[in-house]
């Protein structure tokens, strides 16, 4: 059995890497900013309007970073994971403009929006994720509801001072994040040019054990009916050691997704570090997907 601290870390990997408590709220200079950490204009947190299932209004976190310079640039969503224990939502916060993954895109002129979906940290409200019981998930659901957060933040980030809407948006995501790019891609949305898995999926390390995933053949099967729709360009990415989704899931996985007809790239790479399920926001991750994202990004015309 696995220490529980080691647990702890492995399930943290599935989420936003940051657990400190959110920056305190302030006025902004404009309609929906609320404060700008560390008095940081390219630094923002900014409040998010969409609509529940229900049609209810609820507002999620957004920060916003925007590169050097004053030029308007395009728009990079990058969108977290989800934590096994559910203990650890309230602690959730954005991952920071500083942080390896966001300033990897900042430094190549793109400006990033890293929402902060429902149940998670000071968006508040109920977490609307779940996939249910193990033995019978939802993991089309699921992405459903991740979709339409990734929605609500990409409509609104696309508006703002700073960035240059008339050029395609790429959307990123790991784990839950990268799973719910799935159904988003499924719904072709406007003005996004391309979109980058890192370790998709739903339901890894069920029931506290490493490489055990609820019903993949339900997973598999919903990335097949999310691929039918899908037309958007699509690069996934896992490693070897990935012990939430390892390859006898990421191959089938975009297998089915593409065989739709979704344009999709699958890589998949060798061990990175104790477990690859963190590389995407781990420490010199970008060392190597750096590479392998901006390659694709160049061939479909979304780098800057």
């Not at 702890?8 to 599935?14: E, M, P």
């Not at 030029?71 to 990079?76: D, F, K, S, T």
């Not at 012990?243 to 006898?248: A, H, I, K, L, S």
Request: net charge neutral; charged share 20%.
């Amino acid at each position: 059995m696995l220490p529980r601290l080691l647990i702890l870390l492995l399930l943290a990997a599935c989420a936003t890497p940051e657990t400190a408590p959110p920056p305190a709220e302030a006025p902004g200079p404009r309609a929906g900013a609320i404060g700008e950490p560390q008095g940081r204009w390219r630094d923002q947190m900014h409040r998010v309007p969409m609509r529940a299932a229900n049609g209810q209004p609820r507002t999620i976190l957004m920060r916003f970073c925007r590169p050097e310079g004053d030029a308007a640039a395009p728009l990079v969503l990058v969108n977290h994971g989800a934590p096994v224990d559910r203990a650890t939502l309230p602690g959730m916060v954005a991952t920071r403009c500083d942080s390896e993954a966001v300033r990897w895109f900042l430094q190549r002129g793109f400006a990033v929006g890293v929402p902060l979906r429902r149940g998670f940290g000071a968006s508040g409200g109920a977490y609307v994720e779940a996939l249910g019981r193990c033995d019978t998930p939802d993991p089309a659901g699921s992405a459903e509801e991740v979709a339409r957060d990734e929605q609500a933040a990409l409509d609104y980030a696309r508006r703002l001072p700073g960035v240059d809407a008339g050029r395609p948006a790429v959307v990123v995501g790991q784990s839950a994040g990268g799973w719910g790019n799935l159904a988003l891609a499924s719904h072709n949305p406007a003005g996004v040019g391309a979109f980058v898995n890192m370790a998709a999926g739903r339901g890894g390390w069920a029931n506290g054990r490493p490489n055990n995933v609820c019903r993949p053949d339900l997973l598999v099967a919903a990335a097949g009916t999310f691929g039918a729709r899908a037309r958007v360009p699509a690069l996934f990415v896992y490693t070897e050691n990935d012990t939430f989704f390892g390859p006898d899931v990421a191959a089938p996985l975009v297998a089915a997704y593409a065989a739709g007809g979704a344009p999709a790239e699958l890589k998949q790479l060798g061990p990175w570090g104790r477990d690859g399920h963190g590389l995407f926001f781990g420490q010199f991750g970008s060392d190597v997907w750096g590479p392998l994202v901006e390659d694709f990004l160049r061939r479909h015309g979304a780098m800057p």
